[in-house]
């Protein structure tokens, strides 16, 4: 099959590869779309992501084959610009992009202006009857060449520049003269012949090569593996390279570059947003080294900017850019992430792509695009990533608190965040494994920063726009960002910044707000989300289309309220010992697990069934006419004991028994293995006083809020960490005696379920089985991923890194469930179970009933609920919807 698609000057395509992003990478394929379409793109071609793979497998040379289909595309961008490639009087230049199947945005390097050299470069300046153009062109290219292909560092090169500026007095670029760009270009080869011991190379098709070599081997860049291992991004996707003829910003006053989108990426606004340079190359506007101006005349008015918009310094370019913004938004039905450069007046396309957002943009772009009649509701909510809602959901800067505002950038990712300054990534990589919130400060950011990015809290560069990379990692990330803010400088030596008058020293606490660009010295107190508008219609519409219930991981009443806030449908999983830890009954507790016999226990029960009880009717109280799950106590009992000796001293004087006594019980109950030890229903088992006072609870506090209200509440009694029938029947019917018991007392009954957790191997392969009994399944996801890889989660930590790493796990199993493994468990247990009770309720309680593709595999599964954590309910509740659709 084809191995290079040209695209531009009025090429058909009749193969749908051409067009896959798969084949052609993301850049290429909607370069060819756009052309299709007849929107001025400057002719190219595009080599397949095949090719990379190939290449980068196979190692070595380029075969015969390709460099003949390369050499027949560059003939069609030849013929469609009437120039040739390494023509000394007339030079076609192009450029070389990377672009795989989604976009990683700085990842890969781009070379531009290739096909210069000191021959064309004349030539250049003849056609264009403008030589400080064309040499400001070589430059650009010598230096972007040795440092993406020859890898010659950067700085040399700049700081060449710097001190030619410096010896000419000149602030600026747009300073140098022809004269000067030429001797820079002289002093750029000296370095590249210094460094490398070999001439910058002249021969136009080994600058080619050169190129799509180097584009090809940055798929394997460190900076690449990095940004692929947070994105979950494939290994053994590629990159295409694409191939394009130039066109120029850089021709004086009536050329410019740009980068635009059809709608604000951080609010989701229906209004042009953008950024532009006039007289400028593309990189000038991420790079950040001029500060880009307001595309529109509304954005420059309301930042009170002075340097003319686009919409009024080149009204017709703008006037046909815009109409190139509705046409493809029709196009592509997305709001549109969009390159161009305009060329003498000229206007021509670089890139689109659907464009990042933030989470609270795209909910906005979604709910507007369903009522402007663009999308439909099934597509509003598969744009939204169930992910991206965390953004959402958490707190954000309370307006009234006081603050101590330092200074000012540009509102680049919204959210608010606080933490320790730190200078460096590493710093701040290190930082936050040892648990504090770091904010990462730097003059501009770089694809080299990434994983310190990754472990801020907040981001704050002195440099850059709103489409710089700080900005636009910061985005994908749910990081909030201020980008650019100017007065803002950095000592790396001293490690200090320097912001208005004020300094701050590294681990100073430093505070940003995201969505209006402020910072602020100290800590500012958050207030809690907003749950109506945008995100409220969106859900209405994830209900109606999902066919998964979503319950919540909650056992205290605040965390209840929260989670019914947020959506949940019920209680899938109680867990009582975390009311145990409680100050005010730890000591009945205790006194429970150190006691030497049965009597000794009762005693302490005694204590701690009023508090159980009242816990329990708070629950019911919130939750009424939903499902509550209660889980009996699973825990080991040693966890609930005392350490040090104080404490233990503490206790001996509550409970009247000897330190000495106490240490050794303590020293008995000591497990090698506690894990695999005794705990879940093995408690219940050998204790059934716990379990026994445990159920009263839950009995009692369901028969008093049921009458209190004169509404059903339904217990669902669930037994941990079974492995036999056996042990199901024998608590089951300690719980059935309770229920007699109370019921007699309490004068009334109600209906209640008693059902088990499948969380070990052997539950699940004996679910036929123990289905005679339970009456209900929920899938302890968390056991049963330790229990079926063997696999300790709270030791795991120490190589499971490295395991994800080296692509063992696609993902810590942990945190998505490890499908292909204990999927198959799940599946066949939920299988056995309905065949011999086909109404059992099945759910999934653990971690990854809040992970969107764990609980895509629920819903394949047939589960009847997923339950997760308060906060990750809505996620769930979307996530549960894309799964349905
Ligand atoms: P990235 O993926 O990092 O954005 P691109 O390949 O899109 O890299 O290119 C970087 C910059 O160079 C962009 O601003 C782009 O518009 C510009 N550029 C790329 N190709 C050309 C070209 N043929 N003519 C003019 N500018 C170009
Ligand atoms: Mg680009
Ligand atoms: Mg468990």
């Known amino acids: 099959s084809t191995q290079v698609y040209t695209f531009g000057g009025g090429v058909k395509h009749d193969d749908p590869r051409a067009k896959d992003k798969v084949i052609t990478g993301g850049k290429g394929a909607n370069l060819a779309e756009m052309a299709g379409i007849g929107l001025p793109v400057p002719p190219g071609f595009t080599i397949t992501t095949e ?18 289909d390369v050499a027949q595309a560059l003939t069609h961008i030849e013929k469609t610009v009437g120039k040739s490639f390494g023509d000394a009087a007339d030079p076609l230049l192009v450029s070389v992009r990377s672009g795989a199947r989604v976009s990683m945005p700085g990842m890969m390097d781009t070379v531009l202006n290739l096909g210069l050299n000191d021959e064309t470069v004349e030539g250049l300046a003849g056609t264009s009857g403008d030589d400080r153009f064309a040499w400001d062109s070589y430059r650009r290219f010598v230096q972007m060449y040795s440092d993406v292909v020859l890898g010659v560092e950067h700085h040399l090169f700049e700081e060449a520049l710097e ?12 300073e140098m003269t022809a004269d000067d760009w030429r001797k820079i270009v002289k002093e750029y080869k000296g370095i590249v012949d210094a460094e490398l011991g070999r001439p910058f190379p002249q021969d136009v098709t080994e600058q080619l090569w050169g190129a799509i070599r180097a584009v090809f081997d940055s798929w394997d860049s460190d900076r690449a593996k990095v940004y692929r291992r947070l994105n979950d991004i494939p290994g053994d996707w590629g990159t295409a390279v694409n191939v394009q003829a130039m066109v120029f910003g850089n021709m004086g006053d009536t050329s410019a570059t740009g980068v635009a989108f059809t709608r604000d990426p ?6 042009y947003y953008g950024e532009w340079l006039v007289n400028a190359q593309g990189e000038d506007v991420v790079a950040g080294i001029r500060t880009p101006q307001y595309l529109t005349k509304a954005a420059r008015e309301r930042a009170g900017a002075k340097p003319l918009s686009m919409e009024e310094a080149m009204p017709a370019a703008y006037g046909e850019l815009a109409a190139v913004f509705e046409l493809l938004e029709k196009h592509y039905t997305d709001m549109q992430d969009i390159e161009f450069t305009v060329q003498q007046g000229k206007l021509w396309m670089l890139q689109t792509r659907s464009g990042k957002r933030t989470a609270k943009a795209a909910l906005k772009m979604a709910v507007d695009m369903v009522e402007e009649g663009l999308i439909d509701e099934a597509t509003a909510i598969k744009r939204v990533d169930p992910m991206a809602l965390d953004q959402l959901l958490h707190p954000t800067l309370d307006p009234k608190a006081p603050r101590d505002i330092l200074g000012k950038g540009l509102p680049a990712s919204p959210g608010a965040a606080s933490g320790a300054i730190v200078f460096d990534a590493d710093t701040a990589e290190k930082r936050a494994d040892m648990g504090d919130a770091v904010i990462l400060v730097r003059v501009e950011t770089s694809p080299e920063d990434i994983h310190g990015m990754h472990a801020a809290k907040g981001i704050l560069t002195a440099r850059g726009g709103m489409t710089s990379h700080a900005a636009v990692v910061a985005r994908g990330m749910g990081r909030p960002c201020v980008s650019g803010a100017s007065g803002l400088s950095i000592d790396m030596k001293a490690r200090v910044m320097k912001i208005g008058k004020r300094e701050l020293k590294e681990g100073d606490i430093l505070t940003l707000d995201g969505a209006s660009g402020d910072i602020m010295a ?60 409680d100050a005010s009954r730890i000591s009945a507790v205790r006194q429970m697990i150190l006691a030497e016999d049965e009597a000794g226990r009762r005693t ?12 329990f009717a708070a629950i019911f109280e919130i939750m009424r006419g939903l499902p509550v799950t209660i889980r009996l106590l699973d825990p080991p009992l040693h966890e609930f004991l005392p350490h040090a000796d104080e404490e233990f001293a503490e206790l001996s004087d509550e409970i009247g028994i000897g330190v000495d006594t106490l240490k050794r019980r303590a020293g008995e109950l000591h497990e090698f293995n506690p894990m695999l030890g005794h705990r879940g229903c093995r408690l219940g088992i050998t204790f059934p006083e716990i379990y026994e006072m445990q159920a009263r609870a839950i009995f009692e506090a369901a028969c008093d809020v049921a009458k209190a209200h004169g509404e059903a509440i339904v217990p669902e009694i669930m037994i941990p960490l079974v492995a036999t029938k056996k042990e199901l029947e024998i608590l089951k019917a300690l719980v059935a005696r ?49 229990t079926t890889l063997g696999l300790s989660r709270d030791d795991a930590g120490k190589f499971l890194p490295v395991y994800v790493q080296q692509g063992i796990f696609a993902r810590d199993p942990f945190v998505s469930l490890d499908v292909d493994g204990v999927g198959q468990l799940v599946s066949l247990a939920a299988e056995r179970g309905r065949v011999t009770r086909p109404d059992i309720k099945l759910g999934i309680c653990g971690e990854h009933g809040g992970d969107p593709a764990s609980i895509a595999f629920c819903e394949k599964t047939g589960l009847d609920y997923v339950s997760a954590s308060p906060f990750r309910v809505p996620i769930a509740r979307l996530a549960a919807a894309q799964a349905a659709l």
């Open 522 to 581: 100290g800590e500012v107190p958050t207030i809690e989300p907003e749950l109506a508008g945008d995100f409220a219609t969106l859900m209405v519409w994830a209900d109606k289309h999902r066919r998964m219930k979503v319950r919540t991981n909650a056992e205290t009443p605040a965390d209840c309220k929260m989670a019914r806030q947020f959506g949940a449908e019920g209680i899938g999983l109680c867990r009582t010992e975390h009311m145990f830890f």
């Open 163 to 174: 001190i030619a500026k410096e010896d000419n007095g000149y602030l600026n670029d747009v």
């Open 738 to 786: 309770v229920a007699v018991q109370v019921f007699e007392e309490k004068g009334s009954t109600l209906e209640y379920m008693v059902g088990t957790m499948i969380e070990l191997p052997r539950a699940a392969l004996m679910a036929g089985e123990i289905a005679e009994v339970g009456e209900f399944f929920s899938f302890g996801t968390n056991d049963l991923t330790q």
């Open 266 to 271: 951080a609010t989701g606004e229906k209004a």
């Open 51 to 68: 090719q990379c793979v190939q290449y980068l497998a196979e190692g070595g040379d380029f075969s015969d084959a390709l460099r003949a």
């Open 604 to 615: 302490a029960l005694e204590k701690l069934l009023p508090e159980q009880r009242a816990d």
